[in-house]
């Protein structure tokens, strides 16, 4: 099986402003565009996991990136290196998808019990397509992605895409 793919994220836009002798217009446009082919090395994927998830109220789970998952083909995805992290919360949540702190947390964040707010509406994304990629992932000790939501009261739904290597 092989896998290509383009991971990218932009930020254009317009800020105008007047000034003494006229309007002024400053464009900021700022992106990020990366192929990758399959493979293990740099600029390299060969493993992906894709899903739209949902938490019931106050609810946790830990998604085990060495051994647990299954690619849309259904075969078993035991990640060593982890190349790309998307996740967009649901616009409509209530409460905030919240990553980090399991037990046996992937060295996404420095610190102890480190998480991460992402807010309705919102997305967190990371991307290292360098050869040793963004962390590696050590089956039972540092393989588990914990995804929360925030609060009680309401369930929230989140979109996420893992992108690795199997060696």
Known sequence: MSLSLTLSARITGVQAGAADLGALEFEPNLAFVKALTSGTGANQADL??????????????????????????????????????????????????????SASPVPLFGGTNPTLA??????FMIVAPNASGQFAVGAGSTDKLKVANSAGGTGVSYSIVVVGRSA
Do not use: Q, Y
């Not at 992402?118 to 997305?123: E, N, S, T, Y």
């Open 118 to 123: 992402i807010k309705p509406g919102g997305m």
């Open 48 to 101: 992906i996991f894709a899903d739209t998830r949902t938490l019931a109220a106050s609810a946790t789970e830990d998604l085990d990136l060495a051994g647990a998952l299954a690619d849309v083909f259904g075969a078993t995805i035991t990640m060593v290196e982890v190349v790309a992290i998307l996740i967009l919360a649901d616009a409509g949540n209530t409460n905030n998808v919240v990553i980090g702190d």
